[in-house]
C-alpha cells in the first residue's frame, strides 16, 4: 500500500486563501484577531517549510551529532514556550523545566525508539527527531498548564495552608492538595485523547501515515505508542517540576510566600538560564524583603 498525494505550490495558495477569508470575516466582525491570524499563517508556513528543508538535510547527512543538535534546539523552544504560556509562575524556572524535560525525554525515547521501534541506525533522524517533536509539542501545554495552576493553587489557598503550617503540618503536606490538583489538571489533555482515539479522532500520527500510503494497522500501532509516551512523558516531568518547585512557595519550615509571577521568558533569558536572584541582589535582602511582605499579608 504505496501511494501518496503531493501538495504543489497551488494547494498552498489555497490553504492561504482560505486564512485570508476566514480573516475577512474575522475583521468585518470586529472581532479584533484577522491580524493575529494572518501573522500566525504566514509563521506557521514559514516555520513549517523551515523546518522541513532542515529535516531533509539532516536525514539525508544522517548524522548523529546533528540530530542532537536539533534535539537541543527543540527543547530549548519548548522551554521557552512552557514558560511563556505558564501564567502566574515565577522566575527562576528555566533551569528545572529544563532538567525535567532532559530527564523524562531521554528516557521516553530511549523506550519508544531503542526498545519498541528499534530504528537502525539507533538516532535514525526520520524518527527521533519527529517523535521528538511529537513528544514535546503534546507535553508544552500540558506543562505549562500544571505549572499555571499549582502558582494559582497555592495562592487561593492562603489561608489554609497558613493554618495548616501552624498546625504542625510539613511544607509537603501544605502544598499537596495544590500539586495533585496541578498534576491532574496537566494529565487531562492526554487522558482525554487516549479515550477518543479511534472513535472520535483520527490522531495527527495515524491520519499522516495514512496519507503518506502507509498500512492504517501500522499507522495505528505507531499511534497508540505516541499516545502512551505522551502521557507518560507529561505524568512524569509535571511531577518532577512540580516535586522541585513547590519549596519556593515557603520562606522557611512555618512560613507562607508565593513568589510573584516572572515577565515574559525571553530566548536570550533562557540561554542565560537565569537564577531566582539578581547576581546584585543578596539572599538575605530578598529573604527579608519577602518576610516582611509576608508579616503585611497576615495582619
Known amino acids: 500500500m504505496e501511494s501518496y498525494f503531493d501538495i504543489d505550490i497551488w494547494g498552498l495558495v489555497a490553504a492561504v486563501v482560505m486564512v485570508i477569508v476566514a480573516a475577512g470575516i474575522s475583521a468585518l466582525m470586529r472581532t479584533g484577531v484577522a491580524k493575529s491570524l494572518i501573522w500566525a499563517t504566514a509563521r506557521s508556513l514559514v516555520q513549517l517549510l523551515a523546518m522541513g528543508f532542515i529535516l531533509e538535510y539532516v536525514i539525508r547527512q544522517n548524522n548523529v551529532w546533528l540530530v542532537i543538535g536539533l534535539i537541543t534546539?527543540?527543547?530549548?523552544?519548548?522551554?521557552?514556550?512552557?514558560?511563556?504560556?505558564?501564567?502566574?509562575?515565577?522566575?527562576?524556572?528555566?533551569?528545572?523545566?529544563?532538567?525535567?524535560?532532559?530527564?523524562?525525554m531521554l528516557l521516553m525515547l530511549a523506550i519508544v525508539a531503542e526498545l519498541i521501534v528499534r530504528p537502525k541506525p539507533w538516532y535514525a533522524p526520520q524518527l527521533v527527531i519527529p517523535l521528538t517533536g511529537m513528544l514535546l509539542g503534546n507535553t508544552v501545554s500540558a506543562l505549562a498548564l500544571g505549572l499555571s495552576r499549582f502558582f494559582e493553587s497555592m495562592r487561593e489557598r492562603y489561608a489554609e495552608v497558613n493554618t495548616m503550617l501552624a498546625l504542625g503540618a510539613t511544607k509537603w503536606e501544605a502544598a499537596k492538595p495544590s500539586m495533585i490538583s496541578s498534576i491532574r489538571l496537566g494529565l487531562l489533555p492526554s487522558i482525554a485523547m487516549l479515550a477518543s482515539s479511534g472513535i472520535v479522532t483520527i490522531p495527527g500520527m495515524m491520519s499522516g501515515q495514512i496519507i503518506a500510503g502507509k498500512s492504517p494497522v501500522s499507522a495505528a500501532k505507531y499511534q497508540?505508542?505516541?499516545?502512551?509516551?505522551?502521557?507518560?512523558?507529561?505524568?512524569?516531568?509535571?511531577?518532577?517540576?512540580?516535586?522541585?518547585?513547590?519549596?519556593?512557595?515557603?520562606?522557611?519550615?512555618?512560613?507562607?510566600?508565593?513568589?510573584?509571577?516572572?515577565?515574559?521568558?525571553?530566548?536570550?533569558?533562557?540561554v542565560q538560564l537565569r537564577k531566582d536572584v539578581h547576581p546584585d541582589e543578596k539572599p538575605d535582602e530578598v529573604r527579608?524583603?519577602?518576610?516582611?511582605?509576608?508579616?503585611?499579608?497576615?495582619?
Open 73 to 104: 534546539l527543540m527543547l530549548l523552544a519548548a522551554v521557552q514556550i512552557t514558560m511563556g504560556r505558564a501564567t502566574g509562575a515565577p522566575k527562576g524556572l528555566v533551569g528545572i523545566v529544563l532538567l525535567s524535560l532532559v530527564v523524562t
Open 224 to 270: 497508540f505508542v505516541i499516545l502512551a509516551a505522551v502521557a507518560a512523558l507529561t505524568l512524569v516531568a509535571d511531577s518532577i517540576i512540580i516535586a522541585l518547585i513547590y519549596k519556593r512557595c515557603f520562606i522557611s519550615y512555618d512560613r507562607y510566600f508565593v513568589p510573584e509571577p516572572a515577565k515574559k521568558l525571553s530566548f536570550k533569558d533562557l
Open 288 to 299: 527579608r524583603e519577602a518576610e516582611q511582605e509576608q508579616r503585611a499579608r497576615t495582619r
